[in-house]
């Protein structure tokens, strides 16, 4: 694909200065990964900081008895918090990044990351920035396994993932993953949502026969 000026895609680099976003197009690289491919992995240390063009990226960690919980999905014209904070720490990764579609990522090396946080104050405070926007949006993860009904945050996730339309293509356990929770808590909770007529299920698919009570529910937390 063309990417011309990349730093236009951004709403932070596009806010840089101009001799910023030089350096930026002169020493960032782009790469392209297939839909499902890591894109980062546990125990790796980041060489490089992330801009995603196109696509999305599913990040998620893995409990020590094996359960799944998305903490965040980097979409188009977002950079990734975690490769930011292992790099200004110097530590690996503790979470993986998924490709969830084809995507297309501006990728800039480490050494070229160090010195422009050290050279220029803009892209110091833009790199800062978004990672303080991002770190809110992980407490508010957070909070809601912590404390949020469970109830709540399905009504919330079921009309995310349905949009504009009335069915969702997604198992129970791709919906607890999403959650952070077990699979057997989604499928009771999902069978009272039917009992209610909120959904309609069969395998695989769920039905959203009940938009608007299900968003009461979603905004009653």
């Not at 359960?67 to 965040?72: C, E």
Request: charged fraction near 25%; aromatic fraction near 6%; proline fraction near 3%.
């Amino acid at each position: 694909m063309s990417t011309g000026d990349w730093t236009e895609r951004f709403q932070g680099t596009r806010a840089l200065p101009r001799g910023v976003r030089d350096r930026l197009l002169k020493v960032a690289q782009i790469r392209n990964y297939p839909k499902g491919q890591e894109v980062f992995g546990p125990r790796n240390i980041p060489d490089s900081l992330l801009f995603l063009l196109e696509g999305t990226i599913r990040v998620s960690q893995t409990s020590e008895n094996g359960r799944d919980i998305v903490l965040y999905r980097v979409d188009a014209g977002e950079s990734c918090v975690l490769t930011t904070a292992c790099m200004l720490a110097e530590e690996a990764y503790n979470a993986e990044g998924l490709a969830e579609s084809e995507i297309s990522v501006v990728v800039l090396p480490r050494p070229a990351f160090d010195a422009l946080v050290a050279d220029e104050a803009a892209f110091r405070n833009f790199v800062f920035a978004a990672y303080s926007r991002r770190l809110i949006d992980l407490l508010r993860v957070v909070d809601d396994v912590a404390f949020g009904r469970i109830d709540v945050r399905l009504a919330e996730r079921l009309l995310a993932l349905v949009g504009g339309d009335r069915e969702i293509a997604a198992t129970h356990a791709q919906i607890a993953t999403e959650l952070g929770t077990a699979r057997e808590v989604i499928s009771r909770v999902l069978h009272d949502f039917q009992k209610r007529g909120f959904i309609a299920q069969s395998r695989g698919r769920i039905e959203l026969t009940n938009k608007p009570a299900l968003r009461e529910l979603a905004d009653s937390a």
